[in-house]
């Protein structure tokens, strides 16, 4: 089945400063990326979803300046915390599909990265 | 919009038992709906899905689902647990956002705890 790796697994860093994580489709062109944050015992909840070539879009309640997303080309996307603070805290993950729009294709998931915040 | 109830966030059965695990979902328009299974400190592996073809879905891991229109559920069952199904499980609904593009909507989560 397709592969999805995220980059880095785990990261702390100090409050203040800022993050870049990793989304790759190792065998497969993505054209939409997806990602997720989920807290504690909670569901996966959407952050955003971006289209190779073009704006992320953003789901409502999420600063698009403080989680930058830049997705340039097929097989990778990036997410960027920016000044970090404890409450981003969190397990980030991301998905690729390789179809766009109404037709059905399946999101193939990362194993997520664990940021600490301290 | 559409969304997906799971029902009981905390299930338990012995090992060797039955696995039921109960989920409902709202939606105007014939939904996607699917399974995935997530371990700790993981991504999540998709389970099974529908999508409008047989409304008995059979995934991995002996794992199958059936899709009831009049009930608006999508029930995840295994006959016989195993102590490896012991992780999360989130029921998710397909949908379309204002731009037409398709994202998921998934569920509060079951974990699942099995008895030795």
């Known amino acids: 089945g397709a592969v999805v790796s995220q980059h880095p697994s785990r990261v702390i860093c100090k409050s203040g400063t800022s993050v870049k994580i990793e989304c790759r489709s190792l065998?497969?062109?993505?054209?939409?990326m997806f990602w997720y944050r989920q807290f504690p015992k909670q569901s996966l909840m959407l952050m955003a979803t971006?289209?190779?070539?073009?704006?992320?879009?953003?789901e409502q309640g999420v600063e698009k300046d403080k989680f930058l997303i830049n997705h340039a080309s097929l097989t990778l996307s990036t997410l960027t915390v920016t000044s970090a603070h404890p409450e981003d805290s969190s397990f980030y993950i991301c998905?690729?599909?390789?179809?766009?729009?109404?037709?059905?294709?399946?999101?193939?998931f990362g194993p997520g990265t664990r940021l600490t915040v301290l | 919009a559409q969304s997906v109830t799971q029902l009981g966030s905390h299930v338990s059965v012995s090992e060797g038992a039955l696995v039921l695990l109960r989920c409902n979902y709202s939606?105007?328009?014939?939904?996607?709906l699917f399974w995935y299974v997530q371990y700790p400190n993981q991504g999540l592996q998709l389970l099974l899905k529908?999508?409008?073809?047989?409304?008995l879905v059979k995934g991995i891991n002996g794992f199958e689902a059936e899709f009831k229109k009049s009930e608006t559920s999508f029930h995840l069952t295994k006959p016989s647990a195993h102590m490896s199904d012991a992780a999360e499980y989130f029921c998710a609904v397909s949908d379309l956002d204002n731009f037409g593009n398709e994202k998921l909507t998934f569920g509060t989560g079951t974990r699942l705890t099995i008895i030795p």
């Open positions: 065998d497969f062109q993505a054209t939409t």
């Open positions: 971006s289209n190779e070539g073009s704006k992320a879009t953003y």
């Open positions: 939606s105007s328009v014939p939904p996607y």
């Open positions: 998905s690729a599909r390789e179809g766009q729009g109404s037709d059905y294709n399946e999101q193939f």
């Open positions: 529908y999508t409008s073809a047989a409304t």
